[in-house]
């Protein structure tokens, strides 16, 4: 059982990461899309 236990671990940190990856994507993506709004509407 102790490597099921590590298995589902592993997972739910690489869910993590992932997570992770795509809040900074979308953070980077919403600032480059308000930067090109504040461009077009200025």
Known sequence: M?????T???VEL???????MLARGL????REAIGELAT???
């Open 40 to 42: 077009v509407v200025g």
């Open 27 to 30: 953070s980077i993506l919403g």
């Open 14 to 20: 690489r869910a993590l990461a992932i997570k992770d």
């Open 8 to 10: 589902v671990l592993n």
């Open 2 to 6: 102790a490597g099921l236990d590590q």
